[in-house]
């Protein structure tokens, strides 16, 4: 499957991508939100299971309405990365690992949910999901979906192998990550060359949109280039410009920001 194929379905605020694998459809959801959030629906037969939450108030009605006037029923949602906005469908049955509520609970997660809601104010939704099935290692059907469950040190990651894909937290090969440190960039590089090495056709991560082998590779030469420049810097600042000289047209700053602050305490 390319990246690029799809179906643009333009919404009030955000937009969504639709990739047709026959079976199988991939809804893969822009919010437009001041953080960037990807949302993911796979959908089989009617029903979807949802790949992460919206965690702004209007995403959330907007998404909600998307579902409703698809007639797409959701038979559960995994919880990962991003456990705040539990405004969002409140009845549907709630995936994760024990990783990922400990993340959001009290973990970094917690930190960022509550960084965003200082941040936002009302617009942000901070209550957290609740997890009403702790997910193990290994393969779990969804709403007659199968997917591989990978725990992560934060949360976990999933295969979907009926669309040849992978979810992760983040990729972008074209904006900034949160790095927090040598040892995590090495961490994100074996991560991803595992990716290339297994071919899956797309990367799916909760800041950016489907993404590519190709663009696995230029991620890895962005976290062996920031480890250089790291090693070069006296303090953050001039790491800052340093990163900042070598990807002048890179988005996500206050990521550059928060990876400074790893690299340089």
């Given at each position: 499957m390319n990246k690029n194929t799809y179906e643009t379905v333009?919404?009030?605020?955000?937009?969504?991508?639709?990739?047709?694998?026959?079976a199988v459809r991939l809804h893969a959801y822009q919010t437009y939100d001041p953080i960037d959030d990807e949302v993911f629906l796979v959908e089989k037969a009617g029903q979807v299971v949802v790949l992460e939450s919206p965690c702004f108030h209007d995403n959330i009605a907007e998404l909600t309405a998307y579902l409703r006037d698809r007639k797409l029923e959701p038979a559960g949602m995994l919880a990962a990365y991003h456990g705040a906005g539990a405004a969002f469908l409140p009845g549907v049955p709630k995936y994760a690992t024990q990783s990922a509520v400990d993340y959001s609970a009290?973990?970094?997660?917690?930190?960022?949910?509550?960084?965003?809601?200082?941040?936002?104010?009302?617009?942000f939704d901070p209550s957290i999901h609740r997890a009403d099935h702790i997910l193990a290692d290994g393969p779990v059907t969804i709403g007659g979906i199968?997917?591989?469950?990978?725990?992560?040190?934060?949360?976990?990651?999933?295969e979907i192998p009926e669309i040849n894909a992978v979810y992760t937290h983040m990729l972008g090969h074209d904006c900034h990550s949160i790095v927090a440190g040598a040892g995590h960039a090495d961490a994100m590089i074996a991560q991803l060359e595992g990716y290339i090495a297994r071919g899956y056709d797309l990367i799916l991560t909760s800041h950016y949109t489907p993404e590519d082998q190709k663009d696995a590779r230029t991620k890895?030469?962005?976290?062996?280039?920031?480890?250089?420049?790291?090693?070069?810097?006296?303090?953050?600042?001039?790491?800052?410009?340093?990163?900042?000289?070598?990807?002048?047209?890179?988005?996500?700053?206050?990521?550059?920001?928060?990876?400074?602050?790893?690299f340089f305490p």
């Open positions: 333009k919404l009030t605020k955000g937009e969504m991508h639709v990739y047709d694998f026959g009290q973990g970094g997660g917690k930190a960022l949910i509550d960084g965003f809601a200082a941040a936002f104010g009302a617009a199968r997917f591989v469950i990978h725990p992560t040190a934060e949360a976990f990651d999933v890895i030469d962005y976290l062996k280039e920031l480890k250089v420049l790291a090693a070069a810097s006296a303090d953050r600042d001039s790491f800052k410009a340093a990163v900042g000289e070598k990807y002048p047209q890179y988005s996500g700053e206050n990521y550059l920001d928060m990876t400074a602050g790893f």
